[in-house]
C-alpha cells in the first residue's frame, strides 16, 4: 500500500510509503484525493496528521511519470482538496521535503517537523517550476523576498529556519508521530490560521523584483525556468493567487515538454545511475582512511585538496623539499580561496591543512590505504613509481594512477598484486570538476573498483568507468572535437565564428578560445613525437602558430591576441596570416550548421566509444562531457543531442 492510513482516537494518519524517496506518483495522489473526501464524511475522524515513511518526508513528484502525459487527478487538485477539507490536515515532517512534498505540505493548514527537516523547491534543477501551488503558497506562509530564493534561487530551508520564517509551526523530538498526534489534539482546540492560499500578503518594492532578475539571470546560464519561476511567483503577486497559479501550472506543462526538461531528467537519472553500475552492487568497498598523492603538480595538489576537503588524511609526496613546498603552498592557496569565498571557515581550514602531511619519498606509505600517482606523463617515470610504491605499500592498499592517455597496462606492468591497480583519471581543477573516469584493467579485483566508486561518492564526483583507449572517453571525444573544429577552419569558417556558435550553444568557451586558455603546445609535442616516431600526422595550423612561438594566452598570443592582464581574445591578423597556407577560402557558416557539424562529431565518436565497450551507456558519455568538459547541462551530452536528432528527423 503507497499511502497506509491508522486511526489513533480521532486523529487519522496518514502515511505515504513510496520508497525509496516517496515520490509522489499517480496512485499517490489518488489516494490522498479519496481519503480527503471519505474524512470529511466521516464523523469519527476529527484531523489528519500526514507523514512519509523512512528518513525522509516527500521527494517531490515521480520524476519518471514526467516523459508521459499528465494523468489525473493532478497534483494542484489534490492539494486544493486537502487545503479545503473539512477535517484540518496538518504536515508532520521528518527529512526531506521537496518540490510537490514541500507543495503537498504548504497545502496542510499546518506544519511541525523535525530537526532534520529541510524544505527546497528544486524543479528549476529539472527544467521546470513548481507545478503545484509552491510559487503562490510559499510566499503567502514566508514572504515575498525569502520565497524568491526557494522558489527560483534554489536555497534549501532547514528547520531552525522553517520555524524563523513561520513554514513549521511547532518543532518535535522524535518519535514524530506522538508528537504530532499530540500537537493535531491541541490545536483543534484552538482557532486554526487560514489556508496559506488565503493569507494576506503586501507586494515588495519594484527593486526586490529588479534585483532578484539580475541576481536570477546571471546565475541561470541560459536556462529559462528560473526567470520564469520568478515570473509565476510576481503574476501571483500583482494579479492575486488565482492568476498566478493558472500562470504557474501553463508555465509548468509547456516547461515540462521542453527539450531543456527532458534534458536535466536525462542527467538527473543518469548521475544516480553511474554511482551505482550494477556490476559492482553489493561489494563491499575497502576502507579508505588514508590516502597519499605522489606528485603534488597542478592535479596532485588538486586532488589532495578534494581528499581533505572529504575528510580523508592525505600524504603528498613530492620529489624535493621545493616540490613539497609549492604543493603546499598551492593546497594552502586553494582552501584560503575558499574561506574568502566564505565556503569554509578559517577553523575548517586549519582542520584541513591540519590532515595533510608532506614527504620527500615513500616514508609513510605503511598507513595510507590509497596511493594515487599524478607525476609527469611519462611512462618510465610512472613505472619507476609504482616499482618503489609495490615494494613499500601494504599488499591490500590501492595504487591508482591518474594518468590522460598512457595504458594503465603498461604503467601496471611488474606490479606485485596487480589485482589492487586501477586508474582513477579525475579533471582539472581536481577540487572542482565533478568527472572522475575510473579505468579498471582487466586483472583490476571487484572490490578495488568497488573503492574507486565509493571515492568518487565521499568526494562528491561523478564516476563514470571507462576501457583503456587513447584518451579514454572525455579526452578521445574531445580529440575529436577539436580535429573536427579545425577542419572547419581549414575550410575557410571564421575562428571566430566557431568559437562564437559554440558559445550560443551553452559552452562557457569556444574550442580555440579554450585551448589558447589551456595552451596549444602540449597537444603540438604530442604530434611531435608521433612525427619523430615515423608516424604520418600531417602539419595542422596549430602546430604553425606554435613553431611561431604563439601557444596561448600564456605567451600572449595563439589563435587570438591578448592584451596583457586581459583574457579577452581579440581576432589576431598575424594568427590568420602565419596559418593562411592551410586555410581554404572563407566560408560563412551558419552557427547552427557549425553546432550541428560539431555535435555530429563528438557523437560519432561516441558511438564509437559505445561500439568498443570502452563506455558502457550512452548516458555515460554525457556525463564525461557535461562533468568533465563544460558540455551546457541543459543540453543533456551530445548522446542526448544525437537522441534528439534521431527523434527531430523521424
Ligand atoms: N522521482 C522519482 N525518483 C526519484 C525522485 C523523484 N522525485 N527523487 C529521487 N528518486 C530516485 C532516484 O532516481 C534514485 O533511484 P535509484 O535508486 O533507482 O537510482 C532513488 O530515488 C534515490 O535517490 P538518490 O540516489 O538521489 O538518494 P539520496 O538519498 O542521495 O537523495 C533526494 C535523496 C535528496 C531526495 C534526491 O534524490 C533528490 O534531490 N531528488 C529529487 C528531488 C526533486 O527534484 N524534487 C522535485 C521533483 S519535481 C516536482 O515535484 C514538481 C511538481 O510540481 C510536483
Ligand atoms: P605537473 O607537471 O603539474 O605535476 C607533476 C608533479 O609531479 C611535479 O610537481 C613533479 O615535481 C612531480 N613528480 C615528478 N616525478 C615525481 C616523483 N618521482 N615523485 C614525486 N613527485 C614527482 O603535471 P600535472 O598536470 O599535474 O599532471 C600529472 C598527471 O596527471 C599526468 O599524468 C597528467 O597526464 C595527468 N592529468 C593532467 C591533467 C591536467 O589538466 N593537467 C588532467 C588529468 C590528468
Not at 105 to 127: D, I, W
Not at 190 to 210: F, G, N, Y
Not at 450 to 466: E, M, N, S
Request: charge should be negative.
Amino acid at each position: 500500500m503507497t499511502v497506509s492510513v491508522d486511526i489513533d482516537g480521532g486523529v487519522a494518519i496518514v502515511t505515504i510509503a513510496n520508497p525509496p524517496v516517496n515520490a509522489i506518483n499517480r496512485t499517490v495522489r489518488e489516494r490522498l484525493l479519496s481519503l480527503a473526501q471519505e474524512f470529511d464524511g466521516d464523523p469519527a475522524i476529527r484531523t489528519v496528521v500526514l507523514t512519509g515513511v523512512g528518513a525522509l518526508f516527500v521527494a517531490g513528484a515521480d520524476i519518471a511519470e514526467f516523459d508521459r502525459p499528465v494523468e489525473p487527478p493532478f497534483l494542484p487538485d489534490v492539494i486544493a482538496r486537502i487545503e479545503r477539507a473539512g477535517k484540518p490536515w496538518i504536515a508532520a515532517i521528518r527529512g526531506a521535503a521537496l518540490g510537490g512534498g514541500l507543495e503537498l505540505a504548504l497545502g496542510c493548514r499546518l506544519r511541525v517537523a523535525t530537526g532534520t527537516a529541510r524544505f527546497a523547491l528544486p524543479e528549476v534543477n529539472l527544467g521546470i517550476i513548481p507545478g503545484a501551488g509552491g510559487t503562490q503558497r510559499l510566499p503567502r506562509a514566508i514572504g515575498v523576498a525569502e520565497a524568491i530564493r526557494v522558489v527560483a534561487e534554489n536555497h534549501t530551508v532547514d528547520a531552525a529556519e522553517a520555524v524563523r520564517l513561520g513554514l513549521v509551526d511547532a518543532l518535535i523530538e522524535e518519535p514524530l508521530l506522538p508528537g504530532a498526534i499530540a500537537f493535531a489534539r491541541e490545536v483543534l482546540e484552538k482557532t486554526l490560521p487560514p489556508p496559506s492560499l488565503d493569507r494576506p500578503l503586501s507586494a515588495p518594492a519594484q527593486e526586490v523584483w529588479t534585483e532578484a532578475e539580475k541576481r536570477i539571470a546571471s546565475r541561470a546560464k541560459g536556462a529559462s525556468a528560473p526567470l520564469q519561476a520568478l515570473e509565476a511567483l510576481k503574476c501571483g503577486i500583482e494579479q492575486g493567487a488565482k492568476a498566478g497559479l493558472a500562470r504557474e501550472r501553463s508555465t509548468f506543462l509547456s516547461l515540462r515538454g521542453s527539450e531543456e526538461a527532458a534534458a536535466l531528467r536525462h542527467l538527473f537519472f543518469a548521475e544516480r545511475a553511474a554511482l551505482r553500475p550494477a556490476d559492482i552492487r553489493g561489494i563491499a568497498p575497502r576502507p579508505v582512511a588514508t590516502a597519499s598523492v605522489v606528485g603534488g603538480g597542478t592535479m596532485g595538489s588538486g586532488i589532495a585538496a578534494a581528499l581533505l576537503n572529504a575528510g580523508l588524511s592525505v600524504v603528498l609526496v613530492e620529489q624535493d623539499a621545493a616540490g613539497v613546498s609549492r604543493a603546499r603552498d598551492t593546497i594552502a592557496g586553494l582552501f584560503e580561496a575558499s574561506r574568502r569565498r566564505g565556503h569554509i571557515t578559517g577553523e575548517e581550514l586549519a582542520e584541513r591543512l591540519g590532515r595533510l602531511e608532506t614527504s620527500i619519498g615513500y616514508d609513510d606509505m605503511e598507513r595510507c590505504d590509497l596511493v594515487i600517482e599524478a607525476v609527469f606523463e611519462d611512462l618510465a617515470v610512472k613505472r619507476a613509481v609504482f616499482a618503489a610504491l609495490g615494494r613499500i605499500c601494504r599488499p591490500d592498499a590501492i595504487l591508482a594512477t591518474n594518468t590522460s592517455y598512457i595504458d594503465p597496462r603498461l604503467i601496471a606492468e611488474g606490479l606485485p598484486g596487480p589485482e589492487r591497480f586501477l586508474g582513477l583519471h579525475f579533471f582539472s581543477p581536481a577540487q572542482i570538476m565533478k568527472l572522475l573516469e575510473i579505468v579498471p584493467t582487466p586483472e583490476t579485483a571487484p572490490d578495488v573498483l568497488a573503492t574507486g566508486f565509493d571515492l568518487a561518492r565521499r568526494l562528491g564526483k561523478i564516476p563514470v568507468r571507462a576501457g583503456i583507449c587513447d584518451g579514454f572517453i572525455g579526452n578521445r571525444i574531445l580529440r575529436r572535437f577539436r580535429a573536427e573544429a579545425e577542419a572547419l577552419i581549414r575550410g575557410g569558417v571564421p575562428i571566430a565564428a566557431v568559437d562564437a556558435a559554440m558559445r550560443g550553444f551553452g559552452f562557457a568557451m569556444g574550442p580555440f578560445e579554450m585551448q589558447d586558455m589551456a595552451g596549444l603546445d602540449i597537444a603540438f609535442l604530442h604530434r611531435e613525437a608521433a612525427r619523430a616516431r615515423g608516424e604520418p600526422v600531417p602539419d595542422l595550423p596549430g602546430d604553425l602558430l606554435v613553431r611561431a612561438g604563439r601557444k596561448g594566452q600564456k605567451t600572449g598570443g595563439g589563435w587570438y591576441d591578448y592584451e596583457p592582464g586581459d583574457r579577452r581574445p581579440q581576432p589576431s591578423a598575424e594568427a590568420e596570416r602565419i596559418i593562411a597556407p592551410l586555410i581554404g577560402p572563407r566560408k560563412d557558416m551558419a552557427g547552427e550548421a557549425i553546432v550541428a557539424r560539431l555535435m555530429a562529431a563528438m557523437a560519432q565518436e561516441g558511438q564509437a566509444i559505445l561500439e568498443e565497450g570502452i563506455a558502457a551507456s550512452a548516458a555515460d558519455i554525457d556525463l564525461v562531457e557535461v562533468h568533465g568538459y563544460g558540455f551546457p547541462r541543459r543540453r543533456g551530452g551530445p548522446m542526448f543531442q544525437l537522441g534528439r536528432a534521431d527523434v527531430n528527423h523521424a
